[in-house]
């Protein structure tokens, strides 16, 4: 079945560790989406990649970095300099804003 | 700025009863595409119903519908028939360009 692969399902990191989150979808869409979800509040936008090769930054990108090098794949790079990232991070893909996204299962990341 | 607006962080319902969530939104866009996502305790994201701004027939989808109000943006969400597998938190979200905004979120208790 298609579908969107988060892994791992928890990560824990040290304070000034980088970590990276992984994001793999079968579902051969073009664009792809990171967000971040704090208890109580909405999903905010950290990054997204439109095509192979080319993202943008979201609403909340500083502290974090991606990559789009294969269609498949969306690796989200949590710096040292992310003050905060304790958090519930979910990734998905779209093939036309008409049907919304599909999401992954989400990584859950603490600082330890 | 564009936004969604989610007016009940909480509401409950008994087992088999009706319940609407209240949604508001915010764009100049004139063709965007409405959602409500569903995130039940496992945390995974999974789309409930969808909506096309251009089309004035309110989408239904089993015991889920919506009373689109474009001209109030207004995108409330009907549950009949309640049923304890939809405890959940509930999320509005729209695409007014390329990127999916989502609300607050409402949390749903439905009680035995």
């Known amino acids: 079945d298609g579908g969107i692969t988060q892994s791992p399902k928890y990560l824990f990191r040290k304070e000034g560790q980088n970590v990276t989150l992984s994001c793999e979808q079968n579902?051969?869409?073009?664009?792809m989406y990171w967000y971040r979800q704090d208890p109580g509040q909405g999903l905010r936008l950290i990054y997204y990649?439109?095509?192979?090769?080319?993202?943008q930054k979201g609403d909340i990108a500083e502290g974090y970095s991606v990559s789009r090098e294969k269609k498949e794949s969306f690796p989200l790079t949590v710096t040292s300099a992310q003050k905060n990232p304790t958090a519930f991070y979910l990734c998905?893909?779209?093939?036309?804003?008409?049907?919304?996204?599909?999401f992954g299962s989400g990584t859950r990341l603490t600082v330890v | 700025a564009q936004t969604v607006t989610q007016s009940q962080p909480e509401m409950s319902v008994q087992e088999a009863e009706t319940v609407t969530l209240s949604c508001t939104y915010d764009t100049s866009e004139n063709n965007y595409y409405l959602f409500w996502y569903k995130q039940p305790p496992s945390r995974q994201m999974i789309l409930v119903i969808r909506?096309?701004?251009?089309?004035?027939q309110n989408a239904t989808e089993n015991r889920f519908s919506v009373n689109f109000q474009k001209a109030a943006k207004s995108f409330s969400l009907k549950i009949s028939d309640s049923q304890l597998g939809d405890t959940a938190m509930y999320f509005c979200?729209?695409?007014?360009?390329?990127?999916?905004?989502f609300g607050q979120g409402t949390e749903l208790s439905v009680k035995p």
């Open positions: 979200a729209f695409i007014p360009g390329g990127k999916l905004i």
């Open positions: 909506q096309e701004a251009y089309k004035q």
């Open positions: 998905a893909s779209s093939r036309s804003r008409r049907y919304g996204y599909t």
């Open positions: 990649s439109q095509i192979v090769n080319d993202f």
């Open positions: 579902l051969n869409h073009d664009a």
